[in-house]
Structure formats: C-alpha cells, structure tokens
C-alpha cells in the first residue's frame, strides 16, 4: 500500500490509499463511519418524530418505509458532491428545521430515526464503477451514499433521490461493490465484512403497459391517446424526470418518450400522476397528432 499527503476531506490525517491490505479497507470504512456520527444530540425531537412516524406500523419494514418517506420527500435533497462538507453531517435539529439536507444529513436524519424505532441502518458508499475496490480506495473515489437498513436482511434506500419508490434504487447502482460503514469495532482479514455488493435486481417487479387510443381521419391526420403505466428502472427515470422540470414542459419531456417509442407527430398535451406518489405506479398520459405523411 501507499500514502501520500491527504487531500482535505475533513477528516483528520486521512491519507490517500490505493489497494492493499484489508486492514486499509477497514481503516477508511471505520474514518467515515466516525465521521458520519451526528453532532450533538437532539435526543428527544428524534423520539418523538420516529414514534409519530411509526406509530400503528405493523411490520418492521413498514416502520423503515414510513421513516423513508418523511426523509426522503420531507426533507428537500440539497445538491452537493458526496463529501463537500468532509463527510460530516449537520446537527439533527438543524436538519429538520432548515427542512434540506445532504446526503450525509438524510443518511444521518434516517439513522437515527430508524434506532429509536429499534431498526439497524448503516451508510454504503459507491463509486462510479461496478468494483471500485480493484482501482484507488480514497474518500474522494467514492460519488454517492445509499442506506442498508440491516435488520431488515439488507433492504437498500436512497432517500436522496426523493422521487424513489421504498427499496428501489437506479439500475446504475445495483451490482456496484459498495464500502460498508458499520460500526466496526476491530481490524479484520475478511474482505466481506468492509465491501459488500448491492444487490443486481429491484425487490419487486417491475413493468411498463402502453395503451394507445388513436383514429385516423379522411385527410390522413392521426390523432392519438398514449398512456403508460410503468414499475420499475423506466418509472424512476421518468420520475426523476418530471420531478426536475417544472409543469408547463411536461410536454417536452412526453415529446421524448413518444420519440423513443417511435411515436412522431405534436405533443398536444401531457399529464403525470404524481412523481412524489411513489406507493403506486407512475402515469403519463399524452395526445398527439401527426399530419398526412406523403
């Protein structure tokens, strides 16, 4: 292994380290676990949010999936590099009344939600490769953090995708190596203990109906009705689509659709069920219309 100066994380003496032993894997998991700590305490505004969020849950994951909701849409995602803060989160009561947060803050937020309602969740980070563990291990590698909720046989989330059905995360991530920050207490030789790996398929099915209502008139012109109906890898991309554009071009990004489903013509009008009702599958709904082709 090798050391060199370390690059400002905001952990102290954090060397850049390339792949070695898996005392080094264990020595950067064990940095950002202690540097993901929340400072501070806010002790009894975490209780009695997690009891009011739980309250009448009747299931354990059901108990993971309404904390999920409330960190996840709740509290507004704040756009910044994994790590521009040094991997330390703001205190609890600032995040819930600032109503924003990283995503430290939301992995931080969720943590300690999920310990008063007597759920075990860590953080995992990823990198922009499927096994980042084979190029440089170092803080700055790494460009995004999921949560695995543990005790529930290691159910993944990314709060700070906000548009994300409970469980879902995007096809881009599912199969990476992921670092595992638990609260390991001593250096071991096994590898698995520090990397894991995301799982490659999504924890429900997932499907995409198209209905098509169209006539053709005498002169030739088409006038159609498409609706989807979609579960899945295409449902997130279209939520987080619409989610980010704002209603008057809604048409824009259905023009899209309909294009890479071979449909031409003009986007008359488009409506979306909700990008933030992620219980139920995702809706678009357009009209198009097409004149004579020669």
């Not at 924003?100 to 490769?129: H, M, R």
């Not at 989330?157 to 059905?165: K, Q």
Request: glycine share 6%; with cysteine.
């Amino acid at each position: 292994e090798t050391a060199q100066k370390p690059e400002s994380t905001g952990i102290p003496e954090m060397a850049d380290v390339e792949l070695g032993l898996s005392s080094t894997w264990w020595a950067l998991s064990h940095e950002l676990y202690s540097a993901l700590k929340e400072p501070g305490t806010a002790g009894k505004q975490v209780a009695e949010l997690s009891l009011r969020l739980t309250s009448g849950a009747k299931t354990e994951l059901e108990k993971a999936e309404r904390i999920y909701d409330f960190v996840s849409q709740k509290i507004s995602t704040v756009d910044l590099p994994l790590g521009a803060t040094g991997f330390h989160p703001r205190p609890i009561g600032e995040i819930l009344s600032s109503g924003y947060a990283t995503a430290e803050d939301k992995f931080d937020l969720f943590q300690a939600l999920a310990t008063t309602a007597n759920l075990s969740a860590s953080a995992a980070l990823i990198g922009p490769t499927k096994k980042i563990e084979t190029v440089v291990v170092r803080p700055t590698a790494f460009d995004h953090l999921v949560i695995c909720v543990v005790s529930l046989a290691n159910t993944w989330l990314d709060p700070s995708l906000e548009v994300a059905p409970f469980r879902a995360l995007p096809a881009a991530y599912r199969g990476k190596s992921a670092l595992f920050l638990g609260p390991v207490e001593e250096i071991h030789d096994v590898r698995s203990l520090v990397w894991t790996t995301i799982p490659k398929d999504l924890p429900f099915a997932a499907f995409q109906r198209v209905g098509v209502d169209a006539t053709l008139a005498e002169d030739g012109k088409l006038t159609a009705k498409v609706k989807y109906t979609l579960r899945g890898d295409n449902e997130l991309l279209l939520r987080e689509a619409f989610h980010q554009t704002v209603k008057e071009k809604w048409k824009d990004v259905a023009a899209l659709l309909a294009l890479s489903d071979g449909f031409r013509g003009v986007i008359t009008n488009a409506t979306v069920s909700d990008p933030m009702a992620t219980k139920e599958p995702l809706t678009v709904e357009y009209e198009l219309k097409q004149d004579k082709l020669d």
